[in-house]
């Protein structure tokens, strides 16, 4: 009788282990077929808290099951990063199969730590952890939890509500928790969903949370993501980290915050100081001045991030600059800041979201979040942006890295909004001027002469500095319309003092016109035809947003092969009008110089219109394209 009690208890044990292996939720076949159209993974369920204590370190709880249908999907590799003021605790990461048995459990030796090494930071105290996700067998179900341990918060995290292409969501949830003695404010951005407040034991928590959410439609010239994207942000209204305490309650207090982060930072040497005078001393006026220091900094420091302890936010000094000859972002701009401070000339730092134009964001007026990666100076009495870890661009030009976006400026009173200036459509410009030899059997030997300006002249100009020939070649060969064309001569020169740059080449064209009996058929435009035409769509849900204009101008002149006249032209003459930009041609043929000489202007301007006008845009884009597509008809005199 005792060995059978032994026996049942060992088998109910087992089948304990069994059940424990199994998650019959987990099917696949559980899920809604709504959520499985056009998806590639669905998420099962992410579950995640943020828990402050009142010392104002928290432990931060995540959780997520994911089932990945094929190779695209996402989540193929899990990481989580951590640094000096966080710790990572318990990682499990499960796998299980289509009908949830679990298939394995990743050892602790399957989850790599690692420098987290960003590709410029000399060195860092960021780490991250890492593992494949990885399965033989679709489709299959990933579960991984872990929990970090923060300590010295500056900020809260943002959490990001699901909004994936080809990924749905069945389930997702977040809570804030917070002791009542550190206020703090939060925003939900473009989305209406709202928490579920409670005040218990002078905690409060928010607890949002959301079901059955169909992957994201991808539309063209849809708005950037900070628009579209939905987003939670938390700000609390003090922050302290390393003896530092300041406030977020708004854009001021984290200003001087910032401000008195770095205050003492401008300690360069007292020969750093005779030697900026001396540099300076024949300058006639401050715009002369800040373009020497401006150069001094570009030829004499190079830009090298060092990420340590606070130092995200921290600069380093002007000293560990002057004697290193290299500084982030953060610590070349209060180097320069440094300089100019020395002659009398007053500046300041300005925080930006640098990067794509996707990143582009508004910072709203009463909500201080620190949304920003990025640092530059500007010097309002003169109306100077600078680029402080640039090499390359002038004095004065920020380009499409930073331009036309709200940064913060650190003043010693503190923090206030301004914005970059905005680069117009004219000066994004490229001008071209094209001198085309044709034979008789189509082959071309084309020169062309550019003048590029603006975000049009930024690449060039990197290429200059950077770009062997080989490397230049492969990138011409790569980008150009031009059908298999052979090299002659490549050559570029950006202008150190303006945002210009000339690109000149010579090739030859094998097949630049298709011959067809007694006639040459001959594109009119083989050096800039417009192809970005959007696909049509059915329905539109976004707005319709171009965000940077351009202009182009070309002249082209076709000498015909001898022997030959134009027999058709599809059209002479050429004007479109509208709010979304403007095209002009016009086609002229001298018989006696054997010459057709193709004039053409394009200006596509930047738009943020409803999403009802999208087809009117493609439209317009659609006759631009079919024009430049046009091709000339040659033939054979008659003798």
């Known amino acids: 009788m005792k060995n059978l009690t032994l026996i049942t208890s060992f088998l109910f044990l087992f089948l304990l282990q069994i059940c424990a292996q199994e998650r019959p939720d987990l099917s696949v076949f559980n899920i809604s077929p709504e959520l499985l159209e056009g998806a590639n993974a669905v998420i099962r369920q992410e579950s995640s808290t943020f828990e402050v204590a009142e010392d104002g370190s928290a432990v931060e709880t995540r959780r997520m099951e994911i089932t990945r249908f ?51 930071s000399i060195y860092s105290d960021n780490r991250m952890k890492r593992a494949s996700l990885t399965h033989s067998n679709y489709p299959y179900t990933v579960i991984y939890e872990y929990d970090i341990k923060h300590k010295g918060l500056l900020t809260y995290p943002s959490e990001r509500i699901p909004f994936f292409e080809k990924t749905s969501t069945e389930k997702w949830d977040f809570t804030i928790k ?43 010239l849809s708005p950037t993501d900070t628009r579209v994207s939905p987003m939670i942000a938390f700000l609390p209204k003090k922050i302290s980290m390393d003896g530092y305490d300041g406030g977020m309650s708004d854009w001021n207090a984290f200003g001087k915050f910032m401000f008195d982060l770095n205050k003492y930072h401008n300690n360069l040497s007292e ?31 190079r830009y090298v991030s060092v990420q340590l302890g606070i130092g995200g936010w921290q600069s380093f000094d002007a000293a560990y600059v002057e004697k290193n000859k290299y500084g982030d972002c953060k610590a070349l701009t209060w180097f320069t800041k440094s300089m100019l401070e020395s002659i009398g000339i007053e500046s300041y730092p300005a925080l930006v979201l640098a990067g794509d134009e996707h990143t582009m964001m508004a910072h709203p007026e009463d909500f201080s979040s620190p949304n920003f990666n990025h640092v530059i ?46 680069i117009p459509v004219e000066k994004n410009a490229v001008t071209r001027k094209v001198d085309i030899q044709l034979d008789e ?64 080449y010579e090739v030859a064209v094998r097949k630049y016109g298709s011959k067809g009996g007694k006639r040459l058929f001959v594109p009119a ?17 976004n707005p319709v947003v171009v965000k940077r204009g351009y202009v182009e101008s070309d002249e082209i002149t076709l000498h015909l092969p001898e022997g030959f006249e134009v027999e ?67 033939v054979e005199k008659r003798t």
């Open 377 to 422: 100076l500007t010097i309002p009495s003169e109306g100077i942006w600078m680029e402080c870890t640039s090499t390359i661009s002038p004095t004065n030009y920020l380009g499409s890295f930073t331009d036309n976006r709200s940064v913060l400026l650190i003043t010693e009173e503190g923090g206030r909004l301004s914005r970059t200036p905005t």
């Open 178 to 220: 917070v002791p009542t003695s550190l206020p703090f404010k939060y925003r939900v951005f473009n989305s209406a969903i709202a928490p579920e407040e409670k005040i218990i034991n002078n905690v409060r928590s928010l607890s949002f949370s959301t079901t059955n959410l169909q992957p994201v439609k991808r539309e063209p």
């Open 568 to 634: 058709s032209i599809p059209e002479s003459t050429a004007e479109l009008t509208s709010e979304f930009g403007e095209y002009t041609l016009e086609v002229d043929t001298n018989a006696e110089t054997g010459q057709v000489i193709y004039k053409r202007k394009l200006k596509i301007l930047p738009v943020d219109l409803p999403a009802e006008r999208y087809e009117d845009l493609r439209k317009f884009y659609l006759t631009i394209a079919k024009m430049d597509k046009m091709k000339l008809v040659l």
């Open 441 to 504: 059997n189509g082959t071309a030997t084309i020169t062309n002469s550019s003048l590029m300006t603006g975000p049009q002249q930024e690449n060039i100009r990197y290429y200059e500095k950077n770009y062997s020939t080989e490397e230049l070649e492969k990138w011409f060969l790569y980008t150009t319309s031009l059908p298999s064309c052979e090299i002659k001569k490549l050559e570029i020169q950006a202008d150190p003092n303006r945002p210009k740059a000339l690109l000149n």
């Open 525 to 541: 435009n083989c050096i800039s035809p417009f192809e970005d035409v959007p696909d049509a769509l059915e329905t539109r849900k």
């Open 70 to 120: 094929n190779k695209q999907a996402q989540h193929k590799n899990f990481y989580v990063g951590y640094d000096m003021h966080s710790k990572i605790g318990k990682i499990k990461i499960e796998l299980y199969d289509a009908q949830g048995n679990l298939i394995r459990k990743l050892k602790k030796d399957e989850i790599n730590d690692f420098a987290a090494y960003d590709g410029v």
């Open 271 to 301: 020969e750093m100081i005779a030697e900026v005078k001396e540099m300076t001393a024949d300058a006639a006026t401050n715009a002369e001045k800040i373009d020497i220091l401006y150069r001094y900094v570009q030829e004499n420091m």
